[in-house]
């Protein structure tokens, strides 16, 4: 069986290079791939004020991604991506949380860009979620840290595939096994962040005109839950957003999104009446881009809610980050990540069936938060071996306000490579 | 497709992410080592240092003129990868490709010969050179430029002579951010808005691979000469070289995707040189 998976597994990252060998002969210039291998390892669990401790984790983390780009006519434009990953450190009830994964396309689409005095594009297929700005640069040779924003990291305690029997449930969820750190994401159907690595089906138009840009989508699930073509679960939902250059380098931009994000398998167990149309998700979203010279500094925020089954509130949550990063040579830069989370306080002291707070875990749950607020300061230092080669190093402190286990630090590093696959494949 | 797997076969699996990622690097490392090596090869670094001093008032010399043609097929360039809807700029795309003539990226330069052969750069610097500094020869651009338009270094090709300073000027509406880490010369321009300008001045001859940041499908090649014999071929293929002083020479055609050309060449005292190259 596990011959069989492993074959399974290699057939896939086969795959993805076989097919591109004809492409690249009969395309020529209409056609790139490109490759971005990352391998690296954290060591999680570090407490505050010591190195390591015998409860600290080593973990080792790869990916290899391939992206296509085709230029079929003039106005038409294909893109492809597809990913193998390797990730551990995510030990929890969730067995995605640690786990090796192929997926033959995390984005496949086809953008049409119609010849009009006024900028527009149209784009059909699975995509990148146009929601926040941190999406655009997620990729490790983009990214000067090697963690991801807490807003797209941190899982809450909302879940897409349980409901909760009121907020006595909810809030245990709290004190629920996860991931040690936030180095390592996890993606699916399980806790949610406030905005997840969303790559969703649907269509999507977009420009930017002069000095604005624009975009609104259509897409099959919500930006904290993303599900593939296929997956029960999928609701019709909007995602939009735009921004302005005020001047080249300064940016300012907002998003906005509304629309469900309970998994199909929880159906069965919705309280009667209601269908997963009636519990959704909303986000805005707030983001600031100034580069000038070696300088560049990127915020963004988020102001979300949930909207839960036996929760009589809708489950609100903002955060932010606040990112600086500064290239001192050619070779070196070193990049700081400032993120904050903030949950709103509940207000509802029994569940619709009638559970009151026990008395031996909260007197009260009016005024309790339904997560702990938590705070992350990342920093690092980058290397940039060749134009294609980048080592990069970081150390990562993490806090849960009131949290239980303080153990939350991490330090990691990772080395990436680019490379032009018609490079490898081509005879120079 | 999600495949699940145990703890003995991450093991395995892990083994071959670590293979295949060193297979990548071993295979790119080694065709840019080749490449690097034959340009390496083809740089000017065998001609003789150019002594400032030497007056060329007296020196008969003469020119090669001649045209060149690529017969061999040049690998196209790989298109640009575009992901995300741009936040910025005017155009909603990253751009088409667009026909290149890739005559104009074709390096013509002289190489010394010496009655050992081809000298080289050690050898180089014991020949007695009476070569002349400054022949009124085809660069008389005062300070040259590779232009950021459209997202396309312009020229992608440049030659130039040790000292020179380029400019880089930034033609499109948002930000360009100049870099290179060649051992020739590394530099990191920051990012600066259309309407700037920033340059560099090199010093030392070897390649300079030249790339954006934010625009990872730019490059451009600076082809640095510790001497002034070289040109770039205009767009039907002619070129002018000189004047140069009579002599033995190898004129070398070099193009960054082709096998070089070599071809030996007699200059006399006054007449045009014909010279026709095949890459």
């Known amino acids: ?428 | 497709m999600k495949v699940q797997i145990d703890s003995r076969g991450r093991n395995a699996l892990l083994s071959t992410l670590l293979a295949i990622f060193n297979l990548c690097l071993a295979w790119t490392w080694l065709a840019e080592v080749v490449s690097s090596n034959l340009s390496t090869e083809l740089l000017p670094w065998s001609l003789p240092a150019v002594r400032a001093e030497t007056n060329t008032a007296h020196m008969p010399a003469s020119e090669i003129r001649g045209t060149v043609r690529i017969q061999s097929r040049i690998q196209p360039k790989s298109m640009a990868i575009s992901i995300y809807s741009r936040r910025s700029g005017p155009s909603a795309n990253a751009p088409a490709p667009s026909p290149v003539n890739e005559v104009e990226n074709v390096v013509l330069y002289l190489e010394k010969n010496t009655h050992h052969g081809v000298s080289s750069f050690a050898e180089s610097q014991a020949v007695d050179a009476t070569l002349p500094a400054t022949p009124a020869t085809v660069h008389s651009q005062p300070r040259p430029s590779i232009r950021q338009i459209n997202e396309t270094f312009l020229p992608h090709v440049l030659p130039i002579k040790t000292g020179t300073s380029v400019e880089f000027p930034n033609g499109d509406p948002f930000f360009h951010n100049v870099f290179s880490l060649s051992s020739t010369k590394s530099f990191d321009l920051g990012r600066y808005p259309q309407g700037q300008i920033r340059w560099v001045r090199f010093d030392k001859p070897g390649i300079v691979k030249v790339f954006c940041h934010i625009h990872s499908h730019m490059s451009a090649v600076i082809l640095v000469f510790d001497h002034p014999y070289f040109t770039v071929p205009n767009n039907k293929g002619e070129f002018v070289l000189g004047p140069i002083p009579q002599g033995s020479y190898t004129l070398v055609g070099w193009h960054e995707r082709l096998k070089p050309v070599r071809q030996h060449v007699s200059v006399g005292d006054h007449e045009p040189l014909a010279v026709n190259l095949v890459l």
């Open chain 1, 1 to 428: 069986m596990l011959r069989f998976k492993l074959v399974k597994f290699l057939l896939t990252l086969s795959f993805d290079l076989v097919w591109t060998v004809p492409a690249l002969l009969w395309a020529g210039e209409r056609i790139g791939f490109e490759g971005i291998a990352d391998l690296g390892f954290t060591r999680s669990g570090i407490p505050y004020g010591a190195p390591s401790t015998p409860d600290s984790q080593t973990n080792v983390n790869g990916q290899f991604i391939l992206l296509g780009s085709f230029q079929i006519t003039g106005s038409l434009y294909g893109f492809y991506e597809g990913r193998v990953s390797h990730q551990e450190g995510l030990e929890g009830s969730d067995p995605r949380l640690q786990q090796t994964q192929g997926t033959p396309v995390v984005q496949g689409y086809i953008r049409y860009t119609p010849k009009l005095p006024w900028s527009l594009a149209l784009q059909a297929g699975k995509f990148g979620t146009p929601f926040g700005e941190f999406l655009t640069r997620n990729y490790p040779q983009d990214n000067p840290l090697i963690g991801a924003p807490l807003i797209y990291s941190y899982q809450t305690t909302v879940p897409a595939n349980i409901i909760p029997y009121g907020p006595e449930s909810l809030l245990k969820y709290r004190y629920r096994p996860r991931a040690s750190q936030t180095y390592n994401l996890g993606t699916g159907g399980g806790w949610l962040p406030l905005i997840n690595y969303a790559y969703p089906t649907g269509v999507m138009v977009y420009g930017n005109p002069r000095t604005f840009d624009y975009r609104f989508a259509v897409v099959n699930s919500s930006i904290a839950n993303p599900l593939d073509l296929g997956e029960p679960g999928q609701r019709i939902q909007w995602v939009g957003g735009g921004g302005c250059t005020i001047v080249p380098g300064f940016r300012l931009g907002t998003s906005l999104a509304e629309g469900p994000f309970l998994s199909g398998s929880v159906g069965p167990r919705l309280p009667p009446g209601t269908s997963l149309r009636d519990y959704t998700q909303r986000a805005i979203g707030f983001d600031v881009q100034y580069t000038l010279h070696h300088f560049e500094a990127y915020a963004e925020g988020i102001f979300t809610n949930f909207n839960l089954p036996n929760i009589n509130q809708r489950l609100g949550a903002s955060g932010y980050y606040l990112e600086l990063k500064y290239t001192w040579s050619p070779r070196v830069f070193t990049a700081a990540r400032w993120n904050q989370i903030f949950f709103d306080r509940l207000r509802q002291d029994a569940s619709p069936s009638g559970n009151s707070p026990s008395p031996d875990n909260e007197a009260s749950y009016v005024g309790v938060r339904f997560d702990q607020n938590i705070n992350s300061l990342e920093f690092g230092l980058g290397i940039r071996i060749t134009h294609r080669l980048m080592a990069k190093t970081s150390y990562q402190f993490n806090r849960s306000v009131g949290g239980a286990d303080p153990k939350d630090n991490a330090f990691a590093a990772q080395l990436v490579y680019v490379f032009d696959v018609s490079n490898l494949l081509r005879i120079r």
